[in-house]
C-alpha cells in the first residue's frame, strides 16, 4: 500500500506539474480572470500535493513510526492542502473583481488544459479513494478531498472558458467569466477551511 500510495503522489506531482507551466505561458496571450484564478490555483496545488509527497515518505519510511510525529506531520499536509486551497480563493476573488473589464483574449490553451483537467483528475480522486479505502491513510484521505475538489472546480472553469471562447463579442462575456472566478474562489475557501478542520465538504457515496 506503501508502494501504490507513493506512486500515486509521484503521479499527481508529475501530471501536475505542466498545467502552471502551459498556464503561465498562456497568460502572454489571454487576460481572462478565470484563466488567471486557475494558473494561481494550480501553483498553489502543486506545492500542497509535492508538501503530502514529502510527509508521506517521511512518515512511511521505516518500520517504526512515533505516534505524535505521525500525527504532527499529517497535520502538517492537512494544513499545506487546506491553506493553498484558500489562499487560491483568495487571490482568486481579488483578480476577478480587478480583471471585470478587462480584454479577455486567447482561452482555447486554458480551456484545453481544464478539460483534460477534468478527466485527469477525476481519475486521481477515484484512486486516492481506492487507497484510502482499502488502507485508510490521513494523507491519501486529504489527497482524495483535494482531487475531488479539483474535479469540481475544473468543470466550472471549462464551463466558463468554454463560453468565453464561444461568444468572445457577447455582453455577457465579462459576467459569465466573472461567475466562474468567483464559483470556483467560494468552493475553493469553502474546502480549505473545511481541509484544515479535518472535515469533508463532499462525501462521496460508498
Known amino acids: 500500500m506503501k508502494q501504490k ?8 506531482v508529475i501530471l501536475s506539474s505542466p498545467g502552471p507551466l502551459v498556464l503561465g505561458i ?13 494558473f494561481i490555483r494550480r501553483t498553489s496545488e502543486l506545492a500542497a500535493i509535492i508538501v ?5 515518505r517521511i512518515i512511511h519510511k521505516g518500520s517504526q513510526q512515533d505516534n505524535a510525529l505521525k500525527r504532527k ?18 487571490a482568486m476573488l481579488i ?8 480584454e479577455k483574449g486567447n482561452v482555447v490553451p486554458s480551456l484545453i488544459i481544464a478539460f483534460l483537467g477534468v478527466i485527469t483528475n477525476s481519475w486521481f480522486w477515484f484512486r486516492y ?3 484510502d479505502r482499502e488502507q485508510p491513510d490521513t494523507i491519501l484521505s486529504v489527497q482524495s478531498k483535494l482531487y475531488l475538489a479539483k474535479s469540481v472546480v475544473d468543470i466550472s472553469v471549462a464551463i466558463a472558458l ?9 455582453p455577457f462575456v465579462g459576467y459569465v467569466d466573472l461567475t466562474g472566478a468567483v464559483v470556483v474562489a467560494a468552493y475553493l475557501m469553502i474546502t480549505g477551511i473545511n481541509t484544515i478542520r479535518g472535515r469533508q465538504l ?5
Open 26 to 38: 498562456a497568460l502572454f496571450f489571454g487576460r481572462s480572470s478565470t484563466q488567471i484564478a486557475d
Open 73 to 90: 506531520l499529517e497535520s502538517i499536509a492537512n494544513r499545506s492542502v487546506g491553506t493553498a486551497m484558500l489562499l487560491s480563493g483568495f
Open 162 to 170: 468554454a463560453f468565453v471562447a464561444l461568444t468572445p463579442t457577447s
Open 95 to 102: 483578480v476577478a473583481a480587478l480583471s471585470f473589464n478587462a
Open 52 to 56: 503530502s509527497l514529502i510527509i508521506f
Open 5 to 12: 500510495g507513493e506512486r500515486t503522489l509521484l503521479a499527481s
Open 129 to 131: 479513494r481506492k487507497l
Open 202 to 206: 463532499l462525501q462521496a457515496p460508498v
